[in-house]
């Protein structure tokens, strides 16, 4: 069978402790780590999007993905502190359902962070060349170096996204020097956009231009605007789901975190929290000041978000202040009431601000890399510490080329909800594993419970499944598509040189007090 390898608890903390990454991360750095996965693409990106999908009802839409991302994050919560070491929803597979599943969930992992992390470098590169090269510096880029062949919309003359590029090779440089120093530069960042969006929240809120009336109404395509079609308020919530995007990358730092036990639960459940509430709060304001009603069709169902249509209309007059039709929502709520320059400074801190999403990104793909190498199932050079930065270099140094030729070139206009689906099968097998452990293994101890596992993580499974199924059906679909090229890794190469299929795992000897490696019989396939 090929469902019979499981590897035990113990034997996963004892490869971790023999083969582990420097503990540097605290509560705080973590909290920090979650906001600046959180706050960055969504509002600062795909505000527009979101409300060209839902109209006012963008705001039901965080609070529908908050509330899945939430408890979610309690059933990552109880077991990554309970299972502190990197891997995130892999590692927590490999220990519930066996090596089979625990592949498919680090497959769906890679993909999830290497797509969204190139989106936010296409996003980030999009302010720097309108917002700091155009406007502040004038100097234009020329188009063969500020948009790749296959943007999506085409870029006249288009050849590389240079700027995009060159982000990702920047981040991925301080990975490599070390994850303490990444955290610092972090802190930073996470601080210049928390207070720009505070500023926002301040301004739109108390504007003369504030009016009630401009939710009305306020779910112009339903709540449910149908099966793969990406729109209504659930619609919408299935891509402001990318707004979360990286919030688990909280708990694959879990091994490099003083005192997970504690200060894991604090990181992910304190940082989600904080960051729905922001998200309601300007989605508010952006709306109660300029609207936020989407462009309909001839048959009152709204046009798709990126299309040529909706691109046609947009550049008709009567929408030119149009929240929708917007690149830099924000900045652009700002400018037409009235706030030109803040709206400017709110355009540079999206554009310090969205490396710290990149920069996380990236840190949780190369620790998913790094585990399932260290496994076996990946090839062992992977896995190899820098000797003096402690960091895995190999993997993060691949992981980031990857990450910037993919922003230099290939479209990016879809890839935040093929981003989504990976995350929410992620997220439901975390569920699943939550509640398969405490049927299991009872008796081990937990520093953080669930309360109400049997309520939270079925409402984890269900919240997971519902927004899947209301993506656009070309992101449903990618996801096994890209699984099954999976299933011809793992079972062409992964699943023969697996430590565990090899019959050698390693568990920590409670007498002797150290760490024993123990043949055993492989499982037959």
Request: contains cysteine; hydrophobic residues 55%.
């Given at each position: 069978?090929?469902?019979?390898?499981?590897?035990?608890?113990?034997?996963?903390?004892?490869?971790?402790?023999?083969?582990?990454?420097?503990?540097?991360?605290?509560?705080?750095?973590?909290?920090?780590?979650?906001?600046?996965?959180?706050?960055?693409?969504?509002?600062?990106?795909?505000?527009?999007?979101?409300?060209?999908?839902?109209?006012?009802?963008?705001?039901?839409?965080?609070?529908?993905?908050?509330?899945?991302?939430?408890?979610?994050?309690?059933?990552?919560?109880?077991?990554?502190?309970?299972?502190?070491?990197?891997?995130?929803?892999?590692?927590?597979?490999?220990?519930?359902?066996?090596?089979?599943?625990?592949?498919?969930?680090?497959?769906?992992?890679?993909?999830?962070?290497?797509i969204a992390a190139s989106a936010v470098s296409v996003g980030w590169s999009g302010y720097f060349t309108g917002t700091i090269l155009n406007e502040f510096l004038g100097i234009h880029l020329p188009a063969w170096l500020s948009g790749g062949p296959l943007a999506m919309g085409g870029v006249e003359g288009g050849f590389i996204n240079l700027p995009a590029f060159l982000i990702a090779l920047l981040v991925t440089a301080l990975?490599?020097?070390?994850?303490?120093?990444?955290?610092?530069?972090?802190?930073?960042?996470?601080?210049?956009?928390?207070?720009?969006?505070?500023?926002?929240?301040?301004?739109?809120?108390?504007?003369?231009?504030?009016?009630?009336?401009?939710?009305?109404?306020?779910?112009?395509?339903?709540?449910?605007?149908?099966?793969?079609?990406?729109?209504?308020?659930?619609?919408?919530?299935?891509?402001?789901?990318?707004?979360?995007?990286?919030?688990?990358?909280?708990?694959?730092?879990?091994?490099?975190?003083?005192?997970?036990?504690?200060?894991?639960?604090?990181?992910?459940?304190?940082?989600?929290?904080?960051?729905?509430?922001?998200?309601?709060?300007?989605?508010?304001?952006?709306?109660?000041?300029?609207?936020?009603?989407?462009?309909?069709?001839?048959?009152?169902?709204?046009?798709?978000?990126?299309?040529?249509?909706?691109?046609?209309?947009?550049?008709?007059?009567?929408?030119?202040?149009?929240?929708?039709?917007?690149?830099?929502?924000?900045?652009?709520?700002?400018?037409?009431?009235?706030?030109?320059?803040?709206?400017?400074?709110?355009?540079?801190?999206?554009?310090?601000?969205?490396?710290?999403?990149?920069?996380?990104?990236?840190?949780?793909?190369?620790?998913?890399?790094?585990?399932?190498?260290?496994?076996?199932?990946?090839?062992?050079?992977?896995?190899?510490?820098?000797?003096?930065?402690?960091?895995?270099?190999?993997?993060?140094?691949?992981?980031?080329?990857?990450?910037?030729?993919?922003?230099?070139?290939?479209?990016?206009?879809?890839?935040?909800?093929?981003?989504?689906?990976?995350?929410?099968?992620?997220?439901?097998?975390?569920?699943?594993?939550?509640?398969?452990?405490?049927?299991?293994?009872?008796?081990?101890?937990?520093?953080?419970?669930?309360?109400?596992?049997?309520?939270?993580?079925?409402?984890?499974?269900?919240?997971?499944?519902?927004?899947?199924?209301?993506?656009?059906?070309?992101?449903?679909?990618?996801?096994?598509?890209?699984?099954?090229?999976?299933?011809?890794?793992?079972?062409?190469?992964?699943?023969?040189?697996?430590?565990?299929?090899?019959?050698?795992?390693?568990?920590?000897?409670?007498?002797?007090?150290?760490?024993?490696?123990?043949?055993?019989?492989?499982?037959?396939?």
């Amino acid at each position: 069978m090929f469902l019979d390898r499981v590897k035990p608890l113990d034997a996963i903390i004892a490869t971790a402790e023999k083969k582990s990454l420097h503990r540097t991360l605290g509560w705080f750095q973590l909290t920090l780590m979650g906001i600046g996965a959180v706050i960055g693409t969504g509002i600062f990106v795909l505000t527009a999007v979101g409300a060209q999908k839902a109209g006012p009802g963008l705001m039901v839409a965080f609070a529908i993905a908050g509330f899945v991302c939430i408890v979610a994050a309690l059933c990552y919560a109880e077991i990554a502190a309970m299972i502190p070491v990197a891997g995130s929803a892999y590692t927590y597979s490999y220990a519930t359902m066996g090596e089979f599943f625990a592949w498919t969930v680090g497959w769906a992992l890679i993909m999830e962070y290497a797509i969204a992390a190139s989106a936010v470098s296409v996003g980030w590169s999009g302010y720097f060349t309108g917002t700091i090269l155009n406007e502040f510096l004038g100097i234009h880029l020329p188009a063969w170096l500020s948009g790749g062949p296959l943007a999506m919309g085409g870029v006249e003359g288009g050849f590389i996204n240079l700027p995009a590029f060159l982000i990702a090779l920047l981040v991925t440089a301080l990975l490599v020097i070390g994850t303490s120093e990444s955290a610092k530069v972090n802190a930073v960042l996470v601080a210049i956009k928390v207070t720009a969006l505070t500023a926002f929240v301040a301004l739109t809120l108390s504007s003369s231009d504030f009016d009630t009336d401009k939710f009305n109404p306020f779910l112009p395509a339903g709540l449910f605007g149908g099966w793969g079609t990406g729109v209504g308020a659930v619609g919408a919530a299935a891509t402001m789901f990318f707004a979360y995007v990286g919030f688990d990358a909280v708990s694959t730092a879990a091994e490099e975190t003083k005192d997970p036990q504690r200060n894991v639960p604090i990181g992910l459940v304190g940082s989600l929290l904080f960051c729905t509430v922001f998200y309601i709060l300007v989605a508010a304001g952006a709306i109660g000041t300029l609207g936020g009603q989407p462009i309909m069709d001839a048959a009152g169902f709204p046009l798709e978000a990126g299309s040529a249509e909706l691109a046609r209309q947009c550049a008709m007059p009567e929408h030119a202040d149009a929240l929708v039709c917007s690149n830099e929502a924000l900045a652009h709520v700002l400018r037409v009431i009235g706030f030109s320059g803040i709206g400017n400074v709110l355009g540079i801190a999206a554009f310090l601000a969205l490396p710290s999403v990149i920069l996380v990104l990236i840190f949780g793909q190369t620790r998913i890399f790094f585990v399932m190498s260290r496994d076996g199932l990946l090839p062992e050079l992977l896995s190899t510490v820098h000797p003096r930065f402690r960091t895995p270099h190999v993997v993060t140094i691949m992981t980031g080329i990857a990450v910037a030729v993919a922003a230099a070139f290939f479209p990016v206009g879809q890839l935040a909800d093929i981003s989504n689906a990976g995350t929410l099968y992620a997220f439901l097998m975390v569920a699943i594993a939550v509640m398969i452990l405490r049927m299991r293994d009872p008796s081990r101890h937990r520093h953080f419970r669930v309360p109400f596992v049997w309520l939270v993580g079925p409402l984890t499974v269900i919240g997971c499944v519902l927004l899947f199924f209301n993506l656009p059906s070309a992101a449903m679909l990618f996801l096994p598509g890209w699984g099954v090229l999976g299933l011809f890794v793992y079972f062409l190469y992964s699943r023969s040189r697996s430590h565990l299929g090899r019959g050698i795992i390693e568990v920590v000897d409670d007498v002797a007090g150290e760490e024993t490696m123990i043949p055993i019989h492989p499982p037959r396939d």
